[in-house]
């Protein structure tokens, strides 16, 4: 993969795609403890390794208008959100594109105004439970689709065997008859021919999660999504981590 610019890059928080607000992504990571268990005998400090922790900070341009950054990032009630924010941070706009993905708790929000600028304002994510996972996405940044369909492979050239998460984000949502929902699945398979489902969730609104699996991830990795009622429209993301 050639190196990349910061241009052409998505935001999408708890289902909401903050792109047009956000102009700067930084302490996009991840950090782990390490602690220092040196002996007597030893010749040189030992650490073994501690609990880990991720972060994601967000500068953007203040937007008040519904479902952009300040009603994101104030819970739409002007108070700051308690439950879990899953965020994720495409990278390029083709299948196969890298991404960082957590479920974090919102740490802070901060407006800034002065004369003779725009007002901005700043966020920030810790990651809870699970620290930043750097996946691949198998939606060129979203998709949008108002019929059951599957997404272009992923080749990562050898299948891994322990497992993995996905992170998906639900940005548009309509479904009437039928059962009214969608029916999100990441597939695999070994030939690029045959595939069948990894992990699969049913959705009905604008939301988003992170789920993992176990077992064996084949080579070729693609989305599919089925509509479950009578005509509908979705605009989703998908990311993958192989553990």
Same mark, same amino acid.
């Not at 952009?68 to 990278?91: A, C, E, I, M, R």
């Given at each position: 993969?050639?190196?990349?610019?910061?241009?052409?890059?998505?935001?999408?928080?708890?289902?909401?795609?903050?792109?047009?607000?956000?102009?700067?992504?930084? *302490?996009?990571?991840?950090?782990?403890?390490?602690?220092?268990?040196?002996?007597?005998?030893?010749?040189?400090?030992?650490?073994?390794?501690?609990?880990?922790?991720?972060?994601?900070?967000?500068?953007?341009?203040?937007?008040?208008?519904?479902?952009?950054?300040?009603?994101?990032?104030?819970?739409?009630?002007?108070?700051?959100?308690?439950?879990?924010?899953?965020?994720?941070?495409?990278?390029?706009?083709?299948?196969?594109?890298? *991404?960082?993905?957590?479920?974090?708790?919102?740490?802070?929000?901060?407006?800034?105004?002065?004369?003779?600028?725009?007002?901005?304002?700043?966020?920030?994510?810790?990651?809870?439970?699970?620290?930043?996972?750097?996946?691949?996405?198998?939606?060129?940044?979203?998709?949008?689709?108002?019929?059951?369909?599957?997404?272009?492979?992923?080749?990562?050239?050898?299948?891994?065997?322990?497992?993995? *998460?996905?992170?998906?984000?639900?940005?548009?949502?309509?479904?009437?008859?039928?059962?009214?929902?969608?029916?999100?699945?990441?597939?695999?398979?070994?030939?690029?021919?045959?595939?069948?489902?990894?992990?699969?969730?049913?959705?009905?609104?604008?939301?988003?999660?992170?789920?993992?699996?176990?077992?064996?991830?084949?080579?070729?990795?693609?989305?599919?999504?089925?509509?479950?009622?009578?005509?509908?429209?979705?605009?989703?993301?998908?990311?993958?981590?192989?553990?």
């Amino acid at each position: 993969m050639a190196k990349v610019s910061g241009l052409n890059t998505r935001l999408y928080v708890q289902g909401y795609d903050l792109s047009g607000d956000a102009n700067a992504i930084g *302490s996009m990571g991840w950090s782990q403890s390490l602690y220092d268990v040196t002996t007597l005998d030893s010749s040189a400090v030992k650490r073994i390794v501690g609990e880990a922790s991720g972060e994601v900070s967000v500068d953007v341009f203040f937007d008040a208008a519904s479902n952009k950054s300040h009603s994101v990032f104030t819970s739409n009630s002007g108070k700051q959100p308690s439950t879990d924010q899953v965020v994720l941070v495409p990278w390029g706009s083709a299948v196969g594109s890298k *991404s960082a993905g957590l479920v974090a708790k919102q740490a802070d929000y901060s407006v800034n105004s002065a004369i003779g600028s725009p007002i901005t304002a700043t966020a920030t994510y810790s990651s809870n439970a699970t620290p930043t996972e750097f996946g691949t996405m198998v939606t060129a940044f979203d998709d949008t689709i108002t019929s059951s369909t599957s997404g272009s492979s992923v080749d990562d050239s050898t299948s891994s065997s322990n497992g993995g *998460s996905w992170i998906y984000q639900i940005l548009a949502f309509s479904a009437v008859g039928g059962n009214a929902r969608w029916l999100v699945n990441l597939q695999h398979s070994t030939n690029d021919s045959s595939f069948s489902d990894v992990i699969s969730a049913y959705v009905t609104a604008i939301g988003a999660a992170r789920g993992e699996f176990t077992g064996t991830l084949n080579r070729y990795v693609k989305n599919r999504v089925v509509l479950d009622a009578s005509s509908g429209s979705i605009t989703f993301a998908i990311a993958y981590v192989r553990d």
